[in-house]
């Protein structure tokens, strides 16, 4: 008995000191790219998304010292992931990072997809896809170049993307689905020549995931789908499954719409005109670190639930 005893403590040191080890820094943490990486739901709002999850994670285990999700926007394509990299706003988050995550290229792909969710049924041309895959290839690239310049202590991973239509017939996914296996093909290639890392999700989702894809006229997941895609970078990140999140740790929603976005601007700049304060900064802003140029954005930009 007190061998086994003694086997037990063992196997717990190890696991917590390979844990621990994983994790020898605390990180500036900043997630880039689109709609998945601002955290948008499948219902028009914004609230916890994957970059989110790991976040907490980071947070719990004591290694994050800073997080945001500024560089992110909803409807994003590789380009302007890489206006945003370049843009000189973004140069000190840039400068500070230790971690970074990117989901950049499913726009380029999504919007040339032609959706029926009520036929269920999709439709693309394939002389376009092609022409918008080699676009974010050549994007993708020079973001990772940027980076390499910008970023010069940061670790990058790229993130992959699921099959988005779980709900139209059978019939009419193989074709989509192709199109999206070459994008995560080329984000793998990406990352991997410049020295990053690219994360799998498409595994788990599948095909069906009607589970992480409630609504049949929106392409975003819910809680449980972003938990999979946090998951899926907490795997790559620590080399095991000792930092995975489960289902009972996901926050309660907190969902808040692009409309209360602007409200919550609106009131934030009235008070600081009243009191003659310098202009608010995204923390200024509950629910929103970082968020100054996305509430900003909002006002211009309308946001198709067909894109991520």
């Given at each position: ?31 880039i790219g689109d709609s998945l990486a601002a955290g948008q739901t499948p219902y028009q709002q914004i609230d916890t998304g994957y970059s989110d999850l790991i976040a907490m994670r980071l947070r719990m285990t004591g290694q994050l010292s800073f997080y945001t999700k500024e560089l992110a926007f909803p409807g ?233």
């Open positions: 008995m007190k061998r086994l005893l003694s086997l037990i403590g063992t196997a717990i040191f190890m696991m917590v000191f390979c844990a621990s080890s994983a994790f020898a820094h605390t990180e500036n943490y900043l997630s994003y394509t590789t380009a302007d992931v890489l206006k945003r990299v370049q843009s000189e706003e973004a140069s000190d988050l840039l400068a500070n990072a230790k971690l970074i995550t990117i989901s950049a290229g499913a726009n380029d792909l999504l919007r040339l997809v032609q959706v029926n969710p009520t036929a269920g049924t999709l439709a693309f041309t394939q002389l376009q896809t092609d022409y918008a895959l080699n676009i974010a290839r050549k994007n993708m690239a020079e973001i990772l170049d940027e980076l390499k310049v910008r970023a010069p202590k940061a670790k990058v991973y790229v993130m992959g993307y699921y099959f988005a239509y779980p709900n139209v017939h059978a019939t009419q996914k193989e074709g989509t689905n192709a199109q999206l296996v070459k994008l995560n093909k080329i984000l793998q290639q990406q990352a991997e020549q410049a020295g990053a890392i690219y994360v799998n999700v498409y595994d788990a989702f599948g095909l069906n995931a009607t589970n992480f894809l409630p609504n049949i006229s929106d392409v975003h997941p819910n809680f449980e789908g972003y938990r999979q895609m946090a998951n899926a970078f907490l795997h790559k990140y620590s080399g095991s499954k000792a930092l995975a999140i489960s289902s009972n740790e996901l926050p309660k929603p907190n969902p808040i719409s692009f409309e209360q976005i602007l409200e919550q601007l609106a009131k934030a700049e009235q008070k600081q005109e009243e009191k003659e304060t310098p202009k608010p900064t995204a923390r200024a802003i509950q629910g929103f670190t970082g968020y100054v140029a996305f509430m900003e954005k909002v006002r211009a930009k309308r946001f198709n639930h067909n894109y991520l």
